[in-house]
């Protein structure tokens, strides 16, 4: 049941338990209950995922890091310091140490890339990818559980974002700002909730949430470790891939079910794939199978994660979700 609602909220993460309860054929209580226990017991959280260009000064980077002998998780645990680090994790291959560098506004880039990281004791080497297209983000993600009718269902609970999105984080109103710093923190605030925290009307407390999701600015997200719910092992898989398939590439591995992200980067690996699998024999099956059948694959590089210590922007306790770091939304 408590995967039945995390695939719900996959897919309508603002749909109400009354709602929902009817869709999966259970009653509210329990749809609260459940909600509840796996939201208190930091199993599950629903944030807002807020649109890139309100955000961040360019594009996202990946940081391949390699440490001295024994020093990776120390790394590791020193990288945590940085608000721009969005995903941090220990992994075996040619790299220790995976990271997503995200740069938030007023950030020196080129000093935290070029001197604060690489200066951090315990590192040998950092080796930096810019990403210039993400195919497919974690948001993306989801459990397979659901049957057509339901996932129906559950769409029509969705408010698409079907209009412009602001040209800068200064083109929003304080409200609008406000309120989007809410629904990061909880993308199920109802607007009664909303209303209570910013002490304003509830009519004008809904208007606001409309404009948010409706204009993209803030995407409302799941957030489960893959672990929690059967699929424990993460891979990183970079792809060096003949120039004219590149595009066949990242469609088709988009599309895949253990897709969390699939990158186009400035590197000699210009795909890389991350993924959630049940176990080695899903991952082989996997690099064997579905990569072994994409065109103009030329080599392969397969980074496997042993602790995955931020997604995000939430710190991990194994299976455990931390809060979001703060100061990603400024201005």
């Given at each position: 049941m408590d995967q039945d609602i995390?695939?719900?909220?996959?897919?309508a993460p603002r749909v109400p338990a009354n709602a929902l309860g009817e869709i999966l054929g259970v009653p509210t209580s329990t749809i609260t209950r459940r909600l509840?226990?796996?939201?208190?017991?930091?199993?599950m959280k629903v944030v807002g995922r807020f649109a890139w260009p309100l955000i961040l000064s360019g594009n996202p980077r990946q940081l391949w890091i390699r440490c001295l002998p024994g020093q990776a998780l120390l790394v590791a645990e020193r990288l945590k310091a940085f608000r721009?680090?969005?995903?941090?994790?220990?992994t075996s291959g040619s790299s220790d140490i995976y990271a997503d560098f995200f740069p938030l506004l007023n950030t020196d880039v080129n000093d935290l890339i070029s001197c604060k990281i690489?200066?951090?004791?315990?590192?040998?080497?950092?080796?930096?990818?810019?990403?210039?297209?993400?195919?497919?983000?974690?948001?993306?993600?989801?459990?397979?559980?659901?049957?057509?009718?339901?996932?129906?269902?559950?769409?029509a609970h969705v408010v698409p974002a079907n209009q412009p999105l602001f040209a800068s984080i200064d083109d929003m109103s304080d409200?609008?700002?406000?309120?989007?710093?809410?629904?990061?923190?909880?993308?199920?605030?109802?607007?009664?909730?909303?209303?209570?925290?910013?002490?304003?009307?509830?009519?004008?407390?809904?208007?606001?949430?409309?404009?948010?999701?409706?204009?993209?600015?803030?995407?409302?997200?799941?957030?489960?470790?893959?672990?929690?719910?059967?699929?424990?092992l993460t891979a990183v898989i970079s792809l060096q891939i003949k120039p004219k398939n590149i595009g066949t590439v990242l469609d088709r591995l988009a599309t895949h079910s253990s897709a969390r992200m699939v990158s186009l980067v400035a590197g000699k690996a210009?795909?890389?794939?991350?993924?959630?699998?049940?176990?080695?024999?899903?991952?082989?099956?996997?690099?064997?199978?579905?990569?072994?059948?994409?065109?103009?694959?030329?080599?392969?590089?397969?980074?496997?994660?042993?602790?995955?210590l931020r997604r995000y922007?939430?710190?991990?306790?194994?299976?455990?979700?931390?809060d979001q770091v703060d100061g990603l939304l400024r201005r």
């Amino acid at each position: 049941m408590d995967q039945d609602i995390i695939a719900a909220l996959q897919i309508a993460p603002r749909v109400p338990a009354n709602a929902l309860g009817e869709i999966l054929g259970v009653p509210t209580s329990t749809i609260t209950r459940r909600l509840n226990r796996l939201q208190d017991e930091r199993l599950m959280k629903v944030v807002g995922r807020f649109a890139w260009p309100l955000i961040l000064s360019g594009n996202p980077r990946q940081l391949w890091i390699r440490c001295l002998p024994g020093q990776a998780l120390l790394v590791a645990e020193r990288l945590k310091a940085f608000r721009e680090i969005q995903v941090l994790m220990v992994t075996s291959g040619s790299s220790d140490i995976y990271a997503d560098f995200f740069p938030l506004l007023n950030t020196d880039v080129n000093d935290l890339i070029s001197c604060k990281i690489p200066s951090i004791s315990g590192i040998t080497s950092v080796e930096t990818h810019l990403v210039l297209d993400s195919r497919r983000v974690g948001v993306a993600w989801r459990l397979q559980r659901l049957d057509p009718g339901q996932s129906e269902a559950l769409e029509a609970h969705v408010v698409p974002a079907n209009q412009p999105l602001f040209a800068s984080i200064d083109d929003m109103s304080d409200l609008e700002f406000r309120t989007m710093g809410e629904l990061g923190r909880n993308a199920r605030a109802s607007a009664a909730e909303i209303a209570r925290t910013l002490s304003i009307g509830n009519s004008t407390a809904y208007r606001t949430i409309q404009t948010l999701l409706a204009t993209g600015a803030v995407v409302p997200r799941v957030e489960v470790e893959p672990g929690a719910v059967g699929y424990p092992l993460t891979a990183v898989i970079s792809l060096q891939i003949k120039p004219k398939n590149i595009g066949t590439v990242l469609d088709r591995l988009a599309t895949h079910s253990s897709a969390r992200m699939v990158s186009l980067v400035a590197g000699k690996a210009p795909v890389v794939f991350h993924g959630a699998f049940s176990g080695p024999q899903q991952l082989g099956n996997f690099l064997t199978k579905d990569i072994g059948a994409l065109p103009g694959v030329q080599a392969m590089d397969t980074c496997v994660s042993h602790n995955i210590l931020r997604r995000y922007w939430m710190d991990r306790d194994g299976l455990r979700i931390g809060d979001q770091v703060d100061g990603l939304l400024r201005r």
